[in-house]
Nanobody, 128 residues
Framework: QVQLVESGGGLVQAGGSLSISCAAS????????MGWFRQVPEKEREFVAA????????SYTDSVKGRFTVSRDNAKNTVYLQMNSLKPEDTAVYYC?????????????????????WGQGTQVSVSS
């Protein structure tokens, strides 16, 4: 069992930066690939980024490539999402998720149903 708690969301102006974190409970954090998703009202949850268990492979949705960076610190049981050059369309609730299947690859990492555990989400709002 893994519990995930996101933090660091808030309000930022367009062009600004924000870093959000996801702290995991338990001693098996390094056994999981981790993903970040986001959701706005009345839309499906959207893949943002993912990282393998050791952090060696990362994946991003096209709209955030070059602006967002996913990283993890297994010693701190934490995964991060650094968001730069934020745009109003980045406004959403951001969720982190943990996946036990194939943690050293990112096959199907863009699919929300591939993840076993989810955090409660943190709101990121970008004003124009």
């Amino acid at each position: 069992q893994v519990q995930l708690v996101e933090s660091g969301g808030g309000l930022v102006q367009a062009g600004g930066s924000l870093s959000i974190s996801c702290a995991a409970s338990g001693r098996t954090f390094s056994s999981y690939a981790m993903g970040w998703f986001r959701q706005v009202p009345e839309k499906e949850r959207e893949f943002v980024a993912a990282i393998t268990r050791a952090g060696g492979t990362k994946s991003y949705t096209d709209s955030v490539k070059g602006r967002f960076t996913v990283s993890r610190d297994n010693a701190k049981n934490t995964v991060y999402l650094q968001m730069n050059s934020l745009k109003p369309e980045d406004t959403a609730v951001y969720y982190c998720a943990a996946r036990s299947k194939s943690p050293s690859t990112l096959n199907r990492a863009r699919e929300a149903n591939e993840y076993d555990y989810w955090g409660q989400g943190t709101q990121v709002s970008v004003s124009s």
